[in-house]
């Protein structure tokens, strides 16, 4: 009997721009999960009653996840914009490699564009302070 042939590994791979904006992409996803969780339990909390939505504020509103509402926010910023990428290349546009490479330094940057001012923006509102 014929053996099947093994699927490579990651370490015969270079690093490429490609591959680390993928991982990020797939990562952002999982933590946006996780923060789409605590939005839930904060909802369901202000659905709920008065004591419960005291309760939910005082926890949210606590250091820690305030902390964690900015990497959401990073992972948000991230995870939209490489997402518009993503739909970009299911145009089959930006599939070249210097193309590829350019988009996700345009994402990377816009990224933090984005966040510092969507950052600033909850930070003068008195959400982050």
């Known amino acids: 009997?014929?053996?099947?042939?093994?699927s490579p590994h990651l370490d015969i791979y270079r690093f490429a721009y490609t591959m680390a904006t993928s991982i990020a992409h797939r990562a952002t996803?999982?933590?946006?999960?996780?923060?789409?969780?605590?939005?839930?339990?904060?909802l369901v909390a202000a659905a709920s009653s008065a004591d419960s939505y005291a309760s939910a504020?005082?926890?949210?509103?606590?250091?820690?996840?305030?902390?964690?509402?900015?990497?959401?926010?990073?992972?948000?910023c991230y995870h939209l914009l490489n997402g518009i990428r993503h739909l970009n290349w299911d145009r089959v546009r930006g599939l070249e490699?210097?193309?590829?490479?350019?988009?996700?330094?345009?994402?990377?940057?816009?990224?933090?564009?984005?966040?510092?001012v969507l950052g600033a923006r909850a930070f003068a509102s008195g959400v982050l302070s």
Do not use: D
């Open 29 to 42: 996803g999982l933590i946006l999960t996780a923060g789409f969780a605590v939005l839930i339990y904060w």
């Open 57 to 76: 504020q005082q926890i949210v509103g606590s250091g820690p996840v305030k902390l964690l509402l900015v990497g959401w926010l990073l992972a948000f």
């Open 1 to 6: 009997m014929r053996q099947r042939p093994l």
């Open 97 to 116: 490699r210097h193309e590829a490479r350019r988009s996700a330094r345009i994402v990377i940057i816009a990224t933090v564009v984005l966040f510092l």
